[in-house]
């Protein structure tokens, strides 16, 4: 048992480091996305068309909404900078990228992304951004 509780408070000295992963692979992964649903294929007006698809309200003001706020998510996520608010609104964003995905798809055919990305933004939003982050110097 010993050996366990040493493990466990050795890998508790990397902690900020893992978070500082978490927050890097978010940010590709929002970036990337964002920036398809902006400038990429997708572009704003696509992406409106899908959110007139699933239900959205104003979906176009949506669209500029989800898409730039991924977009200004990833340079905060990289220097961990208002974490936890850019972890929450990520977060309500997967939220609804989640039940529509999961009303259209099923579980694993396409919510499985939403879903975890949801779960990294919790994570983030209750452990924070970590030591190795301008939040930690604020």
């Not at 990429?40 to 500029?64: D, T």
Request: charged content about 15%; some cysteine.
């Amino acid at each position: 048992m010993s050996t366990v509780v040493h493990f466990l408070s050795f890998m508790q000295d990397y902690l900020d480091w893992a978070l500082v992963i978490v927050r890097v692979v978010l940010a590709i992964v929002f970036g990337a996305h964002g920036w398809h649903k902006s400038f990429g294929k997708q572009g704003f007006q696509e992406s409106a068309h899908r959110f007139i698809e699933h239900g959205i309200p104003f979906p176009l003001f949506f669209s500029y909404v989800v898409s730039l706020s991924q977009l200004v998510a990833v340079p905060l996520l990289l220097v961990g900078l208002f974490t936890r608010w850019v972890a929450l609104v990520l977060l309500v964003e997967m939220m609804v990228a989640t039940r529509v995905k999961y009303k259209e798809n099923g579980i694993f055919d396409g919510a499985d992304l939403p879903m975890s990305d949801l779960a990294l933004c919790l994570l983030l939003m209750v452990l924070g951004p970590g030591a190795l982050a301008l939040d930690a110097l604020i």
